[in-house]
C-alpha cells in the first residue's frame, strides 16, 4: 500500500551558473540551526573542493538535509554550468520537486531553460525564487513574466503553471512572498517548500527498490552509491540484487555494509532507512549511477535517463618533452591511464577510450570547461602529462552525412561591442537568430554555431568586450556540417634551441610578437614561446647572448627593457594552441610545443600535407 512521507521532502536547487544557489543553501542551513551560534561559516560552504571555491561555480552536485517544523527537507544543490549538465539529469530522479533560482536582474538564462526542461520532463513541481532582489539594477516583475513565458514555452502543465513565487535575497538570508513585505528570515521559502513540494510516496511493503543516482568516491572505503529509497525499506546486512534497466545482464547479489543519512553537512550512520529516505550506501564495489538495488525475491530494476553524450574530445598522453619527469610525481601512462579511469568512478558525462598508442588515451567531454577542470584536478595531484586540442565529436547520418554538434549561444554585450562580436561568430559559422536591445545600453543576441566555432573563442570575446561580455551556451544538437573555419590567423613564435632564454635574446625576439616567457625560464627547440604578428611560424634563438668585446660588457643586458611577457592559464593554453601543437602541463608549468620538435621534420610534414590537400581538390 502507498504511503505519504508528510515528514520529509526531497528537494533540488536548480539555476543559471552564478545565480546564487550555493549561497542560498547557505542561508537555509545557518537559519535551521545546522551551526553553532558563534561558528565562524565560510561563504558557499557547499562548495567543497578548492577548484569550486576558486571559480565560484559548483562542478559536483552535494546533498545536506535540514529540519524545519519536523520535517526533514534534503536539499540537493546541483551545478549551473552547461558542461556539468550530466550531474544535474541525474540528481533530480531523486527529488519530488525542485527551487528554480532565478537572478532578480539577468533573468531567465539558456541554463535556466535547460535545468528547467528536464524537472518538468519528469513532472517536478517547481518553487520559483527570484534571487538578488537588492542588486540596484533588480527587476523582479519583468523577471516573473520572463519565467512564466519560459514555463509555457516549455508546455508546462496548469499544475506547473501555478508555481509560487518567492522573492529573496540568499547573501541576506531573506524571502518575502510579497515585495511589498519586510524581509526578515528564510521562512517564506521554507514555507512553500512544505505546502507546494510533494512528500515523497511508497510501498513500505513491496520488494526493496532503491536507484543509484550519484556515486561518491572515497580512498578508504571505495565507492559510495546516493539515492533515494522507492519502495520497501533498506537495512545495514541486508541482501539485495544490484541490477541494470539499461543492462539485463548485469544481475549480482551484495550486502549493505554502512547506511548513512543526511543530517546538515555530515553523513550519519544508521541501521535503516525506509521510503523517500535519501541515503548514501558504501560496501559495494561495482557500483554503477543508474543501478537498482531490488529486493531478490522480486527484482524490478528502475528505468534511468540516459545522460547525454559528450560533445568534445581531446588527447591525454605521456609527456615525451626534453624537460618532462622534472616535477610530476605521477608520469607514467599507467599512472595517467589509472587516474583517468577512476575519474569515470564519478563522472558520468566523461568518457575515456584507449587509443591505439599504449601512451596516449582519447578523453570526451561535454565541454572545454569540463575537461579543463579534470586536466587542473590532475595537475594539482602531481600529475604531468600533455594534452592535444580540443576537438569536436562527430557523427553520420544514415546516408552517411557528415553531422556536427550545434550550439546556441547567448551573448550579452553593451551596444558598442555587438557590431564586432557579430562579426566575430559570423566568422566561425554563427548564425543570429535573434537580436534585442536592453534599456540600459545592453544588446542580447542570440546564435546558432557550431561547437567547434566556440573552441578558443572565450578569451578573444572577452578581449573584444574589454571583459564585460558574457557569453552563454547550450547544446542544441547535431546538425549538417557547416564547412571549414579559419581558427587563429597568427603563428607562434618557436624555440630555436635548448637553453635558458636570456634578456638579449628575449628582446631581439620581443619585436616578432608577444612573448609567453621570461628571462631564466628554461627552454628547448621545438618550445613555443609565444604568439607571432604574422600569419606564419617563426623560430627564434632566445638563448642567444651578446658577443662581448672590449667595450661591450654583459652588464649592458640590464639596460635592456622588455614587454612584461602573457602568461596564460590553463583556458587560456587550450584555446591557444593549434592541432600541430601540444599542451605540456606539470604541477608549476603549463609550456606549448610543437608536436613534431624537429623543425625539418616539421617542415616535411608541413610540404607533405600541403600537397595532400592540393591532390584532394
Not at 349 to 366: I, M, P, W, Y
Amino acid at each position: 500500500m502507498l504511503i505519504k512521507r508528510d515528514d520529509i521532502r526531497n528537494v533540488a536547487i536548480i539555476a543559471h551558473v552564478d545565480h546564487g544557489k550555493t549561497t542560498l543553501v547557505d542561508g537555509l542551513l545557518k537559519q535551521s540551526g545546522v551551526f553553532r551560534e558563534n561558528q565562524e561559516v565560510v561563504e558557499r560552504v557547499m562548495d567543497s573542493n578548492d577548484l569550486e571555491r576558486e571559480r565560484g561555480i559548483t562542478i559536483l552536485s552535494k546533498n545536506t538535509a535540514v529540519f524545519y517544523k519536523g520535517v526533514k527537507i534534503n536539499i540537493i544543490d546541483t551545478p549551473g554550468h552547461a558542461d556539468f549538465g550530466g550531474e544535474v539529469e541525474r540528481v533530480l530522479k531523486m527529488v519530488n520537486g525542485v527551487i528554480l533560482l532565478v537572478d532578480a536582474f539577468e533573468g531567465a538564462m539558456p541554463q535556466t531553460k535547460f535545468v528547467l526542461k528536464k524537472a518538468l520532463e519528469l513532472d517536478l513541481k517547481v518553487v520559483v525564487c527570484i534571487n538578488k532582489i537588492d542588486r540596484p539594477e533588480a527587476r523582479p516583475d519583468e523577471v516573473v513574466d520572463e519565467v512564466l513565458e519560459l514555463l509555457m514555452d516549455l508546455d508546462a502543465s496548469d499544475e506547473q503553471l501555478d508555481a509560487p513565487f518567492i522573492y529573496a535575497s540568499a547573501k541576506r538570508g531573506t524571502a518575502v512572498v510579497d515585495l511589498n513585505d519586510t524581509p526578515h528570515d528564510l521562512t517564506p521559502l521554507f514555507d512553500a517548500i512544505l505546502k507546494y513540494i510533494p512528500a515523497p510516496e511508497g510501498d513500505p511493503d513491496a520488494g526493496t527498490q532503491m536507484l543509484v543516482s550519484t556515486i561518491d568516491y572515497n580512498e578508504y572505503v571505495g565507492r559510495i552509491g546516493v539515492g533515494r529509497v522507492d519502495n520497501g525499506h533498506l537495512a545495514v546486512n541486508q541482501e539485495v540484487l544490484l541490477m541494470n534497466h539499461h543492462d539485463p545482464s548485469k544481475k549480482k547479489k551484495v550486502k549493505i555494509s554502512k547506511l548513512y543519512e543526511f543530517d546538515g553537512l555530515n553523513r550519519v550512520e544508521v541501521k535503516e532507512a525506509g521510503v523517500g529516505s535519501i541515503v548514501a550506501i558504501s560496501g559495494i564495489a561495482d557500483l554503477h549511477i543508474g543501478d537498482t538495488l531490488c529486493d531478490p525475491e522480486n527484482p524490478q530494476p528502475i528505468p534511468f535517463q540516459k545522460i547525454s553524450e559528450p560533445t568534445i574530445s581531446m588527447n591525454f598522453m605521456v609527456n615525451d618533452s626534453p624537460l618532462a619527469g622534472k616535477v610530476g610525481k605521477y608520469v607514467t601512462s599507467r599512472h595517467i591511464r589509472d587516474r583517468l579511469f577512476r575519474e569515470l568512478n564519478t563522472d558520468v558525462s566523461l568518457r575515456v577510450e584507449e587509443t591505439d598508442s599504449a601512451d596516449c588515451f582519447k578523453v570526451s567531454g561535454r565541454g572545454e570547461l569540463h575537461l579543463s577542470i579534470l586536466i587542473e584536478t590532475m595537475r594539482r595531484e602531481g600529475y604531468e602529462f600533455a594534452v592535444s586540442k580540443a576537438e569536436v565529436i562527430y557523427k553520420k547520418d544514415e546516408r552517411g552525412k557528415l553531422l556536427e554538434p550545434m550550439e546556441l549561444a547567448y551573448v550579452d554585450v553593451a551596444d558598442e561591442f555587438s557590431g564586432t562580436v557579430i562579426q566575430k561568430l559570423s566568422e566561425r559559422k554563427g548564425e543570429l537568430q535573434g537580436m534585442s536591445m536592453g534599456s540600459d545600453g545592453s544588446t542580447r543576441l542570440q546564435f546558432s554555431i557550431p561547437a567547434r566555432g566556440l573552441i578558443g573563442f572565450r578569451g578573444n570575446f572577452m578581449t573584444m568586450t574589454k571583459g564585460t561580455g558574457i557569453l552563454n551556451t547550450i547544446f542544441d544538437g547535431y546538425a549538417p556540417y557547416k564547412g571549414d573555419i579559419a581558427f587563429r590567423r597568427q603563428g607562434s613564435l618557436i624555440a630555436f634551441e635548448a637553453g635558458e632564454a636570456v634578456t638579449y635574446g628575449l628582446f631581439q625576439a620581443q619585436s616578432r610578437g608577444a612573448l609567453f616567457i621570461s628571462p631564466g625560464d628554461q627552454v628547448y627547440a621545438g618550445m613555443v614561446i609565444g604568439q607571432s604578428g604574422k600569419p606564419e611560424d617563426i623560430e627564434l634563438n632566445v638563448c642567444k647572448t651578446k658577443h662581448l668585446t672590449n667595450t661591450r660588457s654583459s652588464s649592458a643586458d640590464e639596460a635592456l627593457t622588455l614587454t612584461p611577457p602573457r602568461v596564460l592559464s590553463l583556458e587560456q593554453a587550450l584555446e591557444f594552441i593549434d592541432t600541430d601543437e601540444l599542451l605540456e602541463v606539470t604541477p608549476d608549468s603549463l609550456r606549448i610545443r610543437k608536436k613534431e620538435l624537429d623543425s625539418r621534420l616539421r617542415k616535411r610534414a608541413m610540404i607533405s600535407a600541403a600537397a595532400k590537400a592540393q591532390n584532394e581538390q
